[in-house]
Structures are given as C-alpha cells and as structure tokens.
C-alpha cells in the first residue's frame, strides 16, 4: 500500500522558515520525481515545487523561487520542502505527492493527506 | 503566465451526464499538455482520476472518461452518483522550458 505523510506545518510568524517533510513507503522512491502541491484556506489547488528522483534538478513555481527549497533523501524515503521569507499568503494545507514526471504521463499518482502551514502573527 | 480556466460550478442530476472543461486563455489544450483530472471532496486530500487526457487511474469507476473536445481537455462523468458532488480539478503539464505544472481552479460539481 502506498502510504505519503506529511510533517511539520505548524504556526510561524511572517518572515519566518519551516521545514515540511514527507515519508513515503510502498513505491521504491528513489525511481520517481515528487511534489508538493498547497491548497489556501478555501481556495483551489496550487502546484508549489518539484523534484527529480535524484534530486538534481528541481522546478517551482514562480511565487515560491527563492523563498522555497525542495529537496529528498533517498536513503530515508524522504522529500523535504524549506521555506523561508514566509508571507500570510503562503497559509495552506501543503500535500506532497508522487511526481509521474515522464513522457507521456505527467501526473501526481498519489498524493498524502497534507499538513497546515499557518503564517500569523 | 500560464493561465488554465475551469467552469466555477455545475450541477447535474442523479443518473445524468456532465463534462466538465479545461482550457488555456492564450492556446488550445491538445494531448501534449498531458492533462490530468484530480477529485477533491471539502477536508480531505486530491483522489487522482483521470491522466494522459483519457487513461483512467486505477481503481476509477469507467463512468468517468477524459477526451480533448475542440481546444479543451474535458472530463465526462456519464451516470452521475450522488457521491461525485466534488470539486474537481486540471492539471496541465507545460514542458516550455520550465517544466511546470499549472492547475485549475477547480469545478464545483453539485448532484442534485
């Protein structure tokens, strides 16, 4: 069974940084690319970043460059993403997911259950 | 910026059939923006159904179908059950140098 779980959103002050990781098990990790994808309190989904399945090369989305680094450990089944210079706008539930990043499927086939990040002073 | 353009809501009877659409404001959606169809219900996380325009995910009931209709990626659910009221969304893949992913804003797909 294909399980993702996501960690460590929690309240931050803006200007801050957090670290969200995402455990994966039931697929051999290190052969795919992963995501994150973050939904805002009553709004629709937003593709945030991604990685290949090495963790060479990675891709975000315009509002996070810079600010947002995604990174995986293979050896720990792990994808991480760091935040920094946070802003209220970047309040959401975060879901990583796992990346079909491969001609012709470009997906997210699985995804977790998600983890708050709430940006308040 | 890539913007990608759903219908706000729907609705549809128990039994009935709806599609619901995906678009781009500067260009026609064809198969080689790989679209991919995600099923939200309120507190709980995105259900993958559909990808690769048409093939389904497993474990998706055969009443949902995707196609490209004219310059639009298209979700058909064909006999509506009261459990799809959802909100669904697309997920487009741009490959123009970035290799980004752009969603919709989602479809809210009312049974009534």
């Known amino acids: 069974e294909v399980q993702l779980l996501e960690s460590g959103g929690r309240l931050v002050q803006p200007g801050g940084s957090l670290r969200l990781s995402c455990v994966v098990s039931?697929?051999?990790?290190?052969?795919?690319?992963m995501s994150w994808v973050r939904q805002a309190p009553g709004q629709g989904l937003e593709w945030v970043a991604s990685?290949?399945?090495?963790?060479?090369?990675?891709y975000y989305v315009d509002s996070v460059k810079g600010r947002f680094t995604i990174s995986r450990d293979n050896s720990k089944n792990t994808v991480f993403l760091q935040m920094s210079s946070l802003r209220a706008e970047d309040t959401a539930v975060y879901y990583c997911?796992?990346?079909?990043?491969?001609?012709?499927?470009?997906?997210?086939?699985?995804w977790g259950q998600g983890t708050l990040v709430t940006v308040s002073s | 910026q890539t913007v990608v353009t759903q219908e706000p809501s729907l609705s549809v009877s128990p039994g009935g059939t709806v599609t619901l659409t995906c678009g781009l404001r500067s260009a026609s959606v064809s198969s080689s923006f790989y679209p991919s169809w995600y099923q939200q219900t309120p507190g709980q996380a995105p259900r993958t159904l559909i990808y690769n325009t048409n093939s389904r995910s497993s474990g998706v009931p055969d009443r949902f179908s995707g196609s490209i209709l004219g310059n639009r990626a298209a979700l058909t659910i064909t006999g509506a059950q009261a459990d799809d009221e959802s909100d669904y969304y697309c997920l487009l893949y741009t490959a123009s140098g970035s290799g980004i992913y752009v969603l919709g804003g989602g479809t809210k797909l009312t049974v009534l």
């Open positions: 990685v290949d399945d090495d963790g060479a090369v990675t």
């Open positions: 039931g697929f051999r990790f290190s052969g795919y690319a």
């Open positions: 997911a796992k990346d079909r990043r491969v001609a012709p499927l470009y997906y997210f086939e699985f």
